[in-house]
């Protein structure tokens, strides 16, 4: 069992890529960028943002990329409607 502080850490370190990855959702997920981010390895990022996310970084990437495309495709529909 991870230690309180230990926990804290993962959690900041998720925070700040989760932060990254809003900002810009790409595909595929530039895995070396974003450990840089977090100040882990890549194994150890995986498993706390899966810990804290219940999904993988590429997951959530496509996720996030699928919502902005279709929101992106919903305006002209709603500008049209109006």
């Given at each position: 069992m991870a230690?309180?502080?230990?926990?804290?850490?993962?959690?900041?370190?998720?925070?700040?890529v989760t932060k990254a990855i809003c900002?810009?959702?790409?595909?595929?997920v530039d895995v070396a960028a974003l450990c840089a981010i977090a100040?882990?390895?890549?194994?150890?990022?995986e498993r706390a943002f899966h810990l804290c996310h219940g999904?993988?970084?590429a997951e959530y990437a496509r996720h996030e990329w699928e919502s902005r495309r279709t929101r992106g495709m919903?305006?002209?529909?709603?500008i049209a409607a109006i």
């Amino acid at each position: 069992m991870a230690s309180a502080s230990a926990w804290a850490f993962y959690q900041e370190a998720v925070r700040r890529v989760t932060k990254a990855i809003c900002a810009e959702p790409s595909l595929p997920v530039d895995v070396a960028a974003l450990c840089a981010i977090a100040e882990m390895t890549p194994l150890h990022l995986e498993r706390a943002f899966h810990l804290c996310h219940g999904v993988s970084m590429a997951e959530y990437a496509r996720h996030e990329w699928e919502s902005r495309r279709t929101r992106g495709m919903a305006r002209p529909w709603l500008i049209a409607a109006i």
